[in-house]
Structures are given as structure tokens and as C-alpha cells.
């Protein structure tokens, strides 16, 4: 039997969680850099990065003549010797030019490179 008033203990028993063992850092599966990264193509050597490059661009097959083919915008990585890589094209049809240069500033950050944006010139709507 228990004694009135007394106060219930709770035994010594030591164990661990996981998700708590990293303390307050978050774990890299759910960084949205790592996510960012899984998504780029596999040529793409990450640590070889030093800039990310915006530019405006139409895209369409050799057979379209030019002023027909579709507005958009290409993001090229480029490494320390000045090598470029294609990293992403971009059409302004599926997303607003916000957001493709928020997602390109995204990438850029998750690269540890800088962004450069070489779109502010680049006309939407003129016709060649």
C-alpha cells in the first residue's frame, strides 16, 4: 500500500531518441539544400561550383522558326577554370519569373555559389 500524501517516483530508466540525438540541428534529409541537390543533374559536381549563371532563352526544335519558340530561361553552373554546366532550363509559361529566380537563387545557395542574373535586360515579350 502507499502512504497518503506521498509522491509518486518514477524510476531511473535511460534511453535515447534519435531524432533528438543532433541536438538542435536540423538533419540533412529535411534541409531543403540537400533536397535541392538530390534534384541536379549527376554530372553536376557540387564542390567544384563557384557561380550560377541566369540567362534568358528561347526553346523549341531546329524546325520552329525563332520568334515562335517559347520564352524561358537557362541556369548554367560554372566551376573555378570558367567551365559551364547546364543545370536547369527554366519556361515562363509554367512558372512566373519570381519564382524561377527564386528556385535559381535557392540552387545557388544550396551550391554555396553566387547567383548571377543576367536576365535584366531580357524582354518577356519581344519578338526577334
Known sequence: MTRPNS?????????????????HESSPKNDIS?????LLPSSLE??????????????????TPIEQ????????????????????????????VSAIKQECGEIAKALSATLIDTTINFNLEARD
Open 7 to 23: 509522491t509518486p517516483t518514477l524510476s531511473n530508466i535511460e534511453f535515447s531518441d534519435q531524432r533528438f540525438a543532433a541536438g
Open 34 to 38: 540537400w533536397s535541392l541537390l538530390r
Open 46 to 63: 557540387p564542390s567544384k561550383v563557384v557561380s550560377v549563371v541566369l540567362r534568358g532563352g528561347r526553346f523549341g526544335s531546329w524546325e
Open 69 to 96: 519558340r517559347e520564352v524561358g530561361f537557362v541556369l548554367m553552373a560554372v566551376d573555378a577554370n570558367g567551365n559551364e554546366k547546364h543545370v536547369k532550363n527554366f519556361l515562363s509559361s509554367q512558372l512566373s
